[in-house]
């Protein structure tokens, strides 16, 4: 197992997620991952590195901690992963959240970066 691993997270599957502002509960990104609390590092990480990106001038803007992960779906295949994160993506736009992903998921860039 992993050091970076929560337990009550199954290894060997996938997890669509969402980034959400603690304090608001607003969705602000979707994406997939194998390992939920790792990939949260990694995007509190870049945030701090100063990366120029929307998504995290957002989380910079709440001081990177003001951001919890929500899991929103468990896959076993990247296929699945793939397919469910686009579905989540259009669904919660749908829905009128604004998420700040630099491309739709599945792969047209919606950033000129």
Same mark, same amino acid.
């Given at each position: 197992m992993r050091d970076d691993f929560v337990? %009550?997270? @199954? @290894?060997?599957?996938? *997890? &669509?997620?969402? $980034?959400? /502002?603690?304090?608001? %509960? #607003?969705? /602000? *990104?979707v994406g997939y991952t194998e390992n939920p609390? %790792?990939? $949260? %590092?990694?995007h509190r990480s870049a945030a701090r590195s100063g990366k120029n990106l929307p998504l995290y001038d957002w989380i910079r803007s709440l001081s990177g901690y003001g951001v919890e992960i929500e &899991? $929103? @779906?468990?896959?076993?295949?990247?296929?699945e992963a793939r397919n469910r994160e686009v579905w989540w993506y259009d669904k919660l736009r749908l829905?009128?959240? #604004?998420l700040l992903n630099a491309a739709r998921p599945n792969g047209r860039n919606l950033l000129k970066v």
């Open positions: 337990p %009550g997270y @199954e @290894e060997n599957c996938f *997890y &669509i997620y969402a $980034l959400v /502002c603690a304090v608001t %509960g #607003e969705r /602000c *990104y609390w %790792g990939r $949260l %590092g990694q &899991i $929103l @779906e468990k896959v076993e295949t990247t296929d829905h009128g959240s #604004e």
